[in-house]
């Protein structure tokens, strides 16, 4: 599997309430997917309102899925053009927080 991490970035328009809603989704449609002890054991993500940034790790198949899963839900309901996301290494996270798991109250 790929160590890599996903890096979103979004615009101000975007209400931050609304990307939390989506995030969650994205791993409760994972959830059903895997499984809840897969979710606990090998989804790591993080978001912050004040600074309007997530990282989801996709070193895991489940990481992947709730970053595609992710990416659809908010390219679907706020447009390509309200947020970017970057593809980069675990090492060089943002020093704004670090990731939780899914079994930590993400």
Same mark, same amino acid.
């Given at each position: 599997? =790929?160590?890599?991490?996903? /890096? ?5 328009? +975007? ?11 994205? %791993?409760? %449609?994972? #959830?059903? *997917? !895997?499984?809840?002890?897969?979710? /606990? *054991? ?6 912050? /309102?004040?600074? /309007?940034?997530? @990282? +989801?790790? %996709? $070193? =895991? #198949?489940?990481? +992947? !899925? ?5 990416? $659809?839900?908010? =390219?679907? $309901?706020? &447009? @390509?053009?309200?947020?970017?996301? @970057?593809?980069?290494?675990p090492g060089k996270r943002s020093p704004e927080g670090q990731m939780r798991t899914a $079994? %930590? &109250?993400?």
């Amino acid at each position: 599997m =790929t160590k890599s991490v996903f /890096r979103y970035r979004f615009s101000k328009s +975007i209400p931050m309430q609304d990307v939390e809603d989506a995030l969650m989704l994205a %791993a409760l %449609a994972v #959830e059903s *997917l !895997h499984g809840r002890s897969e979710l /606990r *054991l090998s989804a790591k993500f993080w978001l912050n /309102r004040k600074t /309007r940034k997530c @990282e +989801i790790d %996709a $070193g =895991t #198949e489940v990481g +992947i !899925h709730i970053a595609r899963i992710f990416t $659809g839900f908010i =390219t679907d $309901g706020f &447009g @390509e053009q309200c947020f970017h996301v @970057e593809r980069t290494e675990p090492g060089k996270r943002s020093p704004e927080g670090q990731m939780r798991t899914a $079994g %930590a &109250g993400a």
